[in-house]
C-alpha cells in the first residue's frame, strides 16, 4: 500500500548528505560551522517539501503528472537506482525503498491505454504506468516502450509467493486502488491500516496471539504485562491491524459506529475470529 505524494526536493539535502559523509571521512573541506549551515538549508527544505505536501491534499493526480510513492507500512520512499542491476534480473535496473527518498523516487505518471490523454484524471480502477522521472514523459518513437517499474516473471530467493520488482523497458500495469481518501486519513480517527493493541481495562491485560509451551501451537489470550504501566507494553504478538469491513475488496475507510471490523495479527497476518466447540464452549481462535 503506498501514498500518493507531490515531488520533494533533495538540491540542498543531497548536499548536506555528500559533504556530511565527506566530514566524517575526514575529506571534506568544509568547517564544522558550514556544515551546520548546509544542515540548516536542508531542514528549511524538508519544511517546504511538508508544506507543498499540505498544498496539494486533495488535488487530482493526471496523466503526465509527476507523483511520489511513499510505502505506508516502512515509510519509505519508491525508488529507482539507475546506475545499479536488479538483484535477479540483470539487465533492469533496481528498485528498492529509500527512507528520506531522491530523484529517483519521482515517477510520471503514464496512460496505458489510448483513450486516455495526457492531462486526464486518474481514476481509481485505471491501469497506469510509472516511468522514472529521468526518461521523457512522452514517447515518439513508434513501439518504443521506455522504462517503467517493471513486475518481473523471476521469484524472490527468500520469499517464494514473491516476485522482484525492477525498472525495465518492458510494459507492466499496475492498477490503481483507492484504500483512502485523503479526508480520511486523519491521525485523530480510527481507520482502516492502523495498528492497535486491544486492552481489557478491567484485568490489565492485552489480548495476545502467542503459542502455548506445553502444546506448541499459537493461541488468542489476554496477557498480563509486567511492566510498570500498561502503556510501556511493546509485545509485537500484541499488536491488531485494524480493517475496516467495506464491500470492495480493496477500499478502506475510516471507522464510524456500528460498522463491523476485522482484526488481523501483525505478526502471523492471521485474522481474529470465534470458534465453536463440540461441547457447546466458544472459543477464541486466530
Known amino acids: 500500500m503506498f501514498r500518493i505524494c507531490p515531488v520533494n526536493r533533495y538540491a540542498a539535502q543531497k548536499q548536506y548528505w555528500a559533504e556530511q559523509k565527506k566530514y566524517q571521512a575526514g575529506e571534506s573541506l568544509f568547517e564544522e560551522d558550514m556544515l551546520n549551515k548546509l544542515k540548516h538549508a536542508a531542514d528549511k527544505e524538508k519544511e517546504q517539501n511538508d508544506m507543498e505536501y499540505q498544498k496539494m491534499l486533495g488535488v ?55 483513450h486516455s490523454f495526457l492531462g486526464d484524471n486518474v481514476n481509481a480502477g485505471d491501469r497506469i504506468s510509472l516511468v522514472p522521472y529521468s526518461y521523457s514523459p512522452t514517447s515518439t518513437t513508434s513501439g518504443h516502450i521506455k522504462p517503467q517499474l517493471h513486475l518481473s516473471h523471476m521469484r524472490l530467493p527468500d520469499y517464494q509467493a514473491g516476485f ?50 506445553v502444546k506448541f501451537e499459537d493461541v488468542v489470550f489476554l496477557r498480563l504485562t509486567n511492566r510498570p504501566s500498561a502503556a510501556d507494553a511493546t509485545s509485537s504478538r500484541a499488536l491488531w491491524e ?45
Open 164 to 213: 522482484e520488482v525492477n525498472c525495465l523497458n518492458e510494459l507492466t500495469e499496475w492498477q490503481v486502488f483507492m484504500f483512502l481518501q485523503f479526508d480520511e486519513n486523519h491521525n485523530n480517527i480510527l481507520k482502516s491500516g492502523d495498528v492497535v493493541r486491544l486492552f481489557h481495562a478491567d484485568q490489565q491485560t492485552f489480548l495476545t496471539l502467542d503459542s502455548v509451551p
Open 60 to 114: 487530482n493526480v493526471q496523466y503526465g503528472g509527476t507523483v511520489q510513492l511513499l510505502h505506508v507500512k516502512s515509510d519509505k520512499y519508491l525508488t529507482v537506482l539507475k546506475n545499479s542491476p536488479a538483484r535477479l534480473e540483470r539487465n533492469a535496473m533496481k528498485v528498492y525503498l529509500d527512507k528520506n527518498g531522491n530523484e529517483g523516487s519521482w515517477f510520471y505518471v503514464e496512460p496505458v491505454y489510448k
Open 242 to 286: 485494524v480493517q475496516v469491513v467495506q464491500p470492495e475488496a480493496y477500499r478502506g475507510a475510516a471507522a464510524s459506529w456500528m460498522e463491523r471490523f476485522r482484526f488481523k495479527h501483525l505478526a502471523t497476518d492471521m485474522y481474529l475470529s470465534v470458534e465453536r466447540m463440540r461441547s457447546g464452549k466458544t472459543k477464541s481462535g486466530q
